[in-house]
């Protein structure tokens, strides 16, 4: 099957959606509804388009009230920029949805309310997924951002504890400025309940990024970051420190001097093939 067509079968819409589109046909807002499935849908369909152009496995893409998500099978594995522009396309679309809700008002095929109702949904989906929050596009952005400068095990930690300070933010005006809006409620108990389990799988999420290391096929990495490290530095440890969009030639210092120096293959291979996950590096050596 061509993978574009594939794309529409891996849609799923969350069971809070299709109430929310029960509840609009049963109440005549259908108009609002198609709106909001409208800006959905392209929204998250714009992050699996450029997902499949980069030949991303995809799993499936998620359909929830204010936005979505795309579940892919990368495990932080894919070039930053990649996953950059794959995160950006998302609120990009939004763009081009109001260019052309603004035409077609202009050239009279859309009345002034229906924009206004458009342009809403619109911006409304726009600046909620944009905020610094986890699974949202903001929150990915965070994380992409402490992914450049640390290692992945710290960048996911710091990624949570930052959208987790902005939930609580978002939480306490919500408190202030809409107590009675039902829908912000929903949104800041789903973020929360996806930031807990999100925390809660931390450690299954560094496995999976280093086992898709360790065994995945065509990681065509080019740039190279050395990590210096003691010689009685645990393996498990060692591989905490592992970033993402590099390889890590694994220089062995010993008494401060260079004792050897392996590659990153080798360190996983001693952890995942040969189980020696508490062998120090200089223990490392001897097999070689």
């Known amino acids: 099957m061509n993978k574009w067509l594939s794309l529409l079968f891996k849609i799923h ?9 029960g509840l609009g046909f049963l109440t005549g807002h259908i108009k609002a509804l198609l709106c909001l499935l409208l800006v959905v849908s392209v929204h998250e369909l714009g992050h ?35 996953e950059f522009a794959v995160i950006l396309a ?21 009345s002034q309310q229906t924009f206004e109702m458009f342009t809403f949904y619109n911006l409304s989906i726009l600046l909620i ?13 965070v994380f992409l951002y402490f992914s450049k400068q640390m290692a992945f095990q710290k960048a996911h930690l710091l990624s949570l ?24 409620w929903v949104l800041f108990v789903f973020l929360a309940a996806s930031l807990w389990d999100e925390y809660r799988k931390r450690h299954y999420i560094q496995l999976r990024f280093l086992l898709e290391r360790y065994y995945g096929k065509n990681r065509d990495v080019a740039m ?10 645990k393996v498990k440890h060692v591989m905490a420190e592992f970033k993402r969009g590099c390889k890590h030639p694994i220089i062995i210092e010993k008494a401060g001097e260079k004792l050897s120096q392996l590659d990153e293959n080798e360190v996983l291979h001693a952890y995942f093939a040969d189980k020696r996950t508490d062998s120090s590096m200089e223990d490392l050596l001897l097999p070689y």
Do not use: Y
């Open 129 to 141: 997924n944009l905020l610094p929050i986890w699974p949202l596009d903001g929150g990915k952005f």
């Open 48 to 82: 699996a388009a450029l997902a499949v152009f980069f030949s991303w496995r995809i799993k499936r893409v998620f359909l929830l009230p204010f936005g979505g998500t795309v579940e892919v099978e990368e495990h932080g594995n894919r070039p930053l920029k990649e």
């Open 224 to 233: 190279l970051h050395p990590l210096t490290v003691a010689a009685d530095a």
């Open 161 to 184: 504890q930052t959208s987790a300070v902005s939930a609580l933010l978002l939480c306490g005006w919500i408190v202030l400025a809409v107590p009675l809006q039902v829908s912000a």
């Open 13 to 21: 819409v969350h069971p809070f959606l299709w109430i929310i589109m």
């Open 90 to 110: 998302g609120p990009l679309q939004h763009v081009w949805l109001q260019a052309a809700a603004w035409l077609l008002f202009i050239s009279g095929f859309a």
